[in-house]
């Protein structure tokens, strides 16, 4: 699996636009990007999953350049009840393959 | 759909116990995958079930077993607690046939304390 890497913690304001990086040089072909936010004491919640270019829901968008050696995951005005971990996965997820959760990146939102 | 659940919410053992935790996926999904997160930590991979049957398994050593039945829902057991395996332990489940990328559904979690 592809390592990734993540700033550890990021503060915001309500309203403003957050974007966390995530580093995966060793990304594989067959590899999806993923990430998932999680709040204190409960379990994590997919956010969004991409492969290449620009992935949007109604939650977030995901950014990921051609070489797909990076992603970045775009909150649009934060609130205060976003401040959560948010992780960044990479791997080939199908056919049931173990996922490996990094350390995350604290986003902290003020008001 | 109640989603994932998982029990009990919260237990306390004292070392060299064991313990049996319980999940019930999500209403539709056939794997289930059970995680230790420590605390400020994320979560780590113990081990995943399919068709009754471990199909992967993480850095965690043979004191953390797991069962899965019939009707999906699973039981990961852990022999002659230590300190260290105080944690939050998560069940996430998800299905097997899905396009691309399989979506993992996490549970509450269950906040195991050793004494």
């Known amino acids: 699996l592809a390592k990734t890497t993540q700033p550890i913690s990021m503060d915001s304001y309500e309203g403003q636009e957050v974007n966390i990086t995530c580093s995966h040089n060793?990304?594989?072909?067959?590899?999806?990007i993923t990430w998932y936010q999680q709040f204190p004491s409960q379990g994590p919640r997919f956010i969004i999953q991409?492969?290449?270019t620009k992935v949007t829901n109604e939650v977030a968008s995901l950014f990921i350049p051609a070489d797909r050696k990076s992603s970045t995951l775009s909150l649009p005005r934060v609130s205060l009840s976003d401040t959560a971990v948010y992780y960044c996965l990479v791997g080939d997820f199908t056919g049931g393959f173990k996922t490996i959760f990094g350390a995350g990146t604290r986003l902290f939102v003020k008001a | 759909d109640a989603g994932v659940t998982q029990s009990p919410t919260h237990l306390i053992k004292t070392r060299g116990q064991q313990v049996t935790l319980r999940c019930s996926p999500k209403s539709g999904h056939d794997t289930v995958s059970w995680y230790q997160q420590a605390l400020g930590q994320g979560p780590q991979f113990i081990f995943q079930?399919?068709?009754?049957?471990?199909?992967q398994r993480g850095n965690f050593p043979d004191r953390f077993s797991g069962h899965q039945f019939p009707n999906y829902s699973s039981e990961l057991n852990v022999n002659a607690l230590l300190l260290g395996d105080s944690a939050l332990y998560l069940c996430?489940?998800?299905?097997?046939?899905?396009?691309?990328?399989?979506?993992?559904?996490f549970g509450p979690g269950t906040r195991l304390t050793v004494l």
């Open positions: 060793n990304i594989a072909t067959n590899d999806y």
């Open positions: 996430a489940s998800s299905w097997s046939r899905g396009q691309g990328y399989n979506e993992q559904f």
């Open positions: 079930y399919y068709e009754e049957e471990e199909r």
């Open positions: 991409g492969y290449k």
